[in-house]
């Protein structure tokens, strides 16, 4: 039988009713047990010349490809990129800041998986920042 006698009457209503139930792993993990500890941060004031620079360095955590930038009280300010950073347009002397395009979009540490890909899936996001819920929302794993 392809309904059981609960789903039924669902089905006759013309809403598919998928033939099994599985529970959704990434449901059921938190984000706080997969994010990475150790984040790298730019801060808003630092210039692209500067991040350009500690980017060719080869210091561990360079090889990242999304940075989270921060003000100087550690407010997320957003996300950018290497391709951000190396665009066209982009000038050495202008500020990290000023090439941020568009306002963080976040996750909670105690969000699931599930949530946080929605999330990215939603936003159409290859990276996403991790913050604690406290007074201020600092990055604090991504």
Not at 115 to 122: K, P, S
Request: net charge positive; glycine share 8%.
């Amino acid at each position: 039988m392809r309904h059981s006698i609960m789903t039924e009457k669902i089905a006759r209503r013309g809403v598919r009713v998928p033939a099994e139930y599985a529970a959704d792993f990434l449901a059921q993990v938190l984000v706080r047990d997969h994010a990475s500890q150790n984040v790298v941060l730019f801060q808003g004031d630092d210039t692209i010349e500067a991040v350009q620079r500690w980017l060719s360095s080869g210091t561990p955590g360079s090889e990242h490809q999304g940075f989270p930038v921060v003000d100087e009280a550690g407010t997320l300010l957003g996300v950018v990129t290497r391709r951000d950073l190396y665009g066209p347009g982009v000038t050495l002397t202008a500020r990290v800041r000023e090439i941020l395009k568009r306002p963080p979009v976040v996750v909670y540490e105690d969000n699931s998986l599930r949530e946080a890909a929605d999330v990215m899936a939603r936003e159409q996001l290859g990276r996403l920042p991790v913050v604690r819920r406290a007074p201020r929302d600092k990055p604090s794993v991504c």
